[in-house]
Structures are given as C-alpha cells and as structure tokens.
Antibody, heavy 118, light 108 residues
Framework: QVQLVESGGGVVQPGMSLTLSCGGFGFTFSTYGMFWVRQTPGQGLEWVTIISNDGSNKYYADSVKGRFTISRDNSKNILHLQMNNLRAEDTAVYYC???????????WGKGTTVTVSS | EIVMTQSPATLSVSPGERATLSCRASQSASSNLAWYQQKPGQAPRLLIYGASTRATGIPVRFSGSGSGTEFSLTISRLQSEDFAVYYCQQYNNWPPWTFGQGTKVEIK
C-alpha cells in the first residue's frame, strides 16, 4: 500500500529549530519528487518546498527561504524538512506529498503539527 | 506567480443535487490544474489532475473541465461523503505551486 508517514512535529519557541521527517512506503521512493505543503489552522494550503527525485533540485517558498532546508535519503526512503529560526506564522500542519507530472500531488501523508509559541 | 481564485467560498447543496465549483487563474495554467478534496481532520486527496483526468479510485460523479484561466469541478449527484472543502492547484508556472483558497461544499 502506497503510504507517506510524517513525524517530528511538536511545540517549539520562536527562534528555535525542528526537523520533520516523512517515510515513504509501498513505492519506489527514489523515482519521485517530493513536496512539503502546510496548512495553517482553519486556513488553506500553502506550498512550502519541493525536492527532485535525486535531491539535485530544490525550490522554496519565499516565506521559508533561507530558514528551511529540504533533503532526502533514498537509501532509507525518507524525506526531511529542517526548519530553523521558526516564527509564529510557521504554526501549521505540515504534509509531505508525492509529486507527479510536473507538480500535482497524488499521495499525501496524514500530516504532523508544528506549533511555534512562547 | 499565478494566483488561483475559487468561487464561491461556500456552496450549499442538497444531497443528490449537482454542484459546480469554479477556479480562476490570474494567468494561463494551460491544463496543469489539479483538484483536491479535504474533509475535517484529514489530509487532502487528489481528485482530478490535468484539469479533467480523474485520479485512481475517484468516482465518475466527479468531473473536471477547463483550460487556460477558467476551470470547474462538477459533482453530478452529491452524496453525503462529498461534503468537504475543495481546492484547486496550478502546476503550470512554478515555483511557486499555488492553491486556491478553497470552496466549502455544505449540506443545504
């Protein structure tokens, strides 16, 4: 069964760091680009970052550029999101999603919640 | 950046009726448009990609149409499990990949 499972969310203070992980199961992880998408409480969806299947290409939303880093370990079928200098506005549910055909998202994880609060 | 605008914000429909949701792009998205369904407490689920292709396992009552800047999602006969929030997303000009703000389909 194709599945994505996120982990690593939690409550952190502003300025601190957190790393999210996403494990891929039931498919050949190394052949797909991967997204992180977030959803603030009661709000819509926001693209955060994407990494190509081999990790050679990465793009970031302006709101996180310079603070967040996406990476992957294809030997372990795992995707990471390193989040530094967190702000209150980063509070959201973070989803990883599999990229298809230029950029739609065909498989989503259940999400992990990040709360940035003092 | 392509801005996606969905209308209406909320659509009240009776079960068994037809629902049509709209999505407008600020510039051409060609046919690189996807629709997602999200229920409370759940992750989004892909319904439609390529503006009109149903994703695996999606019932035929869901259909997508449009190209360029005007798109629509039609649910032919609403069932109870279809009451949810629906998002459109463009993947023609990136980065960024952009979503609409969502349309909530509620029971009338």
């Amino acid at each position: 069964q194709v599945q994505l499972v996120e982990s690593g969310g939690g409550v952190v203070q502003p300025g601190m760091s957190l790393t999210l992980s996403c494990g891929g199961f039931g498919f050949t992880f190394s052949t797909y680009g991967m997204f992180w998408v977030r959803q603030t409480p009661g709000q819509g969806l926001e693209w955060v970052t994407i990494i190509s299947n081999d990790g050679s290409n990465k793009y970031y939303a302006d709101s996180v550029k310079g603070r967040f880093t996406i990476s992957r370990d294809n030997s372990k079928n795992i995707l990471h999101l390193q989040m530094n200098n967190l702000r209150a506005e980063d509070t959201a549910v973070y989803y990883c999603a599999r990229a298809r055909d230029g950029g739609h998202m065909d498989v989503w994880g259940k999400g992990t919640t990040v709360t940035v609060s003092s | 950046e392509i801005v996606m605008t969905q209308s209406p914000a909320t659509l009240s429909v009776s079960p068994g009726e037809r629902a049509t949701l709209s999505c407008r792009a600020s510039q051409s998205a060609s046919s690189n448009l996807a629709w997602y369904q999200q229920k409370p407490g759940q992750a989004p689920r892909l319904l439609i990609y390529g503006a009109s292709t149903r994703a695996t396992g999606i019932p035929v009552r869901f259909s997508g149409s449009g190209s360029g800047t005007e798109f629509s999602l039609t649910i032919s006969r609403l069932q109870s499990e279809d009451f949810a929030v629906y998002y459109c997303q463009q993947y023609n000009n990136w980065p960024p990949w952009t979503f609409g703000q969502g349309t909530k389909v509620e029971i009338k």
